[in-house]
Each structure stands twice: as C-alpha cells, then as structure tokens.
Nanobody, 120 residues
C-alpha cells in the first residue's frame, strides 16, 4: 500500500504562483511514476502532468505546458508541481497519484487532494 499526502494549495490571484508537493510513503519500492490530476467544480477529473521516477521523463497536458513544471526528489519519494501564471480556469482540487506498474497505465494510489483557487 502507498499513502500520499499533498500540500501547498491555497488561494492566489490570477498571474500568481503556487507550489504543490506530494510525498509517498509505505510500499514505494515499485513506484513507477507520480502525477498530478485536477478536478474543477462540475467537471471530470483531468490529467495535468506526470514524471517517470527512474529517468525523469515528463508529460504535460496542453493546457498547462509552459506554465507548470513537475519535478521529483527520488530520495524523499516526493513530487512537486510548480504552477506559474495561474489562471482562473486552473481552479480545482489537485490530486497526487502513483502509477506502480510499468505494464499498466492505471494510477493505483491517490492522495486526498488539495484545493487550488485562482481569482481574477
């Protein structure tokens, strides 16, 4: 079992920045990738970004490219999401997630989520 704890959410004005963090604990031996998803009010959860733990490969949703950066601290099993030039449409609950299996694209473990609110 893997446990995930997110932090760093809050209220920010449009154009501002926030940095989210997520730390994994428990069965982290098989960690393959960590990613961020978000869910806006009344919307479905969507993929934001992810990083492969072994080689640091990253992937971003088109909506956040150039503004968000994902990074990792392998020793601490922690992933970060630096969010710059925030827009009101970035508002939502941000979830950290772990993909544990290389042979499956499913994200197996999820954090509780942290609220990000961007005001105009």
């Amino acid at each position: 079992q893997v446990q995930l704890v997110e932090s760093g959410g809050g209220l920010v004005q449009a154009g501002g920045s926030l940095r989210l963090s997520c730390t994994a604990s428990g069965r982290t031996f098989s960690l393959y990738a960590m990613g961020w998803f978000r869910q806006a009010p009344g919307k479905e959860r969507e993929f934001v970004t992810a990083v492969t733990w072994g080689d640091g490969r990253t992937n971003y949703a088109d909506s956040v490219k150039g503004r968000f950066t994902i990074s990792r601290d392998n020793a601490k099993n922690t992933v970060f999401l630096q969010m710059n030039s925030l827009k009101p449409e970035d508002t939502g609950v941000y979830y950290c997630a772990v993909r544990s299996k290389i042979w499956s694209t499913t994200y197996d473990y999820w954090g509780q989520g942290t609220q990000v609110t961007v005001s105009s």
